[in-house]
């Protein structure tokens, strides 16, 4: 179990936390288990990185060079990407995206990693808000990455092509497939692990919660505006 039986959380957020904390120790379309493993463990690092930190409080992000502190598991460009996207994802820039998918990863390999790190972000935040220690990083398994992709994804003007979907509106007047359920499109497997980990926390109507829908909009909204959430 993955978390204390004693917590009120759901039976689903429970299950949908373990099962995406099984599958990041197994390979993925372009990662193995063991370099999935390791993402999570150079993002933990990230956070207390003395290089994150001054990077983060430089005018540009982009002036200060150095060393990264936590593991060296994976290549360099790999962790720096990593230690970015964990410690100061709001200034990252079309310029830097395109020279590290340019010489460093693909546009799939960045996709599977940004869906590795923030699912193990989501997890780790639930654990540090209810005062519990972070998850013991899950075993790798065995296994080669399998290299699927989809070939469909189109280019709507993002960093990466993604999910090609029909843009009708459902009833309460937003996309039926809204663009954070396209955005990492382009790798069907980085789309799974990220919205099953995800999509326990988020409810457009009947939140099972004790305190009314227009409380918990409004704490929500203020929480991702602390966070700079985009949107």
């Known amino acids: 179990m993955m978390y204390p039986?004693?917590?009120?959380?759901s039976s689903d957020l429970r299950q949908a936390h373990l099962k995406s904390w099984q599958a990041i120790g197994h390979a993925g379309d372009f990662f193995t288990g063991a370099e999935r493993v390791?993402?999570?463990?150079?993002?933990?690092?990230?956070?207390?990185?003395?290089?994150?930190?001054?990077?983060?409080?430089?005018?540009?992000?982009?002036?200060?060079?150095?060393?990264?502190?936590?593991?060296?598991?994976?290549?360099?460009?790999?962790?720096?990407?990593?230690?970015?996207?964990?410690?100061?994802?709001?200034r990252l820039t079309k310029t830097w995206f395109d020279d590290v998918t340019a010489h460093h990863v693909s546009a799939q390999h960045y996709v599977e990693i940004v869906s590795v790190v923030t699912t193990s972000v989501?997890?780790?935040?639930?654990?540090?808000?209810?005062?519990?220690?972070?998850?013991?990083?899950?075993?790798?398994?065995?296994?080669?990455?399998?290299g699927q992709?989809?070939?469909?994804?189109?280019?709507?003007?993002g960093w990466v092509p993604v999910l090609d979907a029909p843009q009708d509106l459902a009833h309460h007047g937003l996309p039926n497939v809204p663009n954070i359920v396209r955005s990492m499109?382009?790798?069907?497997?980085?789309?799974e692990l990220f919205f099953t980990a995800f999509r326990p926390h988020y409810s457009l109507s009947d939140i099972h919660l004790s305190i009314s829908q227009a409380q918990a909009e409004f704490v929500a909204a203020r929480v991702s505006s602390i966070n700079e959430c985009f949107y």
Do not use: W
């Open 5 to 9: 039986e004693h917590l009120l959380l």
């Open 38 to 90: 390791a993402m999570v463990e150079t993002a933990r690092a990230a956070v207390s990185c003395d290089l994150c930190q001054r990077r983060k409080e430089a005018l540009s992000p982009y002036s200060i060079s150095g060393h990264h502190d936590g593991p060296e598991t994976l290549p360099e460009e790999i962790v720096d990407l990593i230690h970015r996207l964990r410690s100061d994802p709001g």
């Open 185 to 191: 499109g382009l790798v069907p497997s980085a789309v």
């Open 149 to 157: 992709f989809n070939a469909s994804a189109v280019d709507i003007g």
């Open 122 to 146: 989501i997890i780790d935040t639930l654990h540090q808000a209810l005062g519990l220690e972070l998850a013991a990083v899950p075993e790798p398994s065995p296994g080669e990455p399998r």
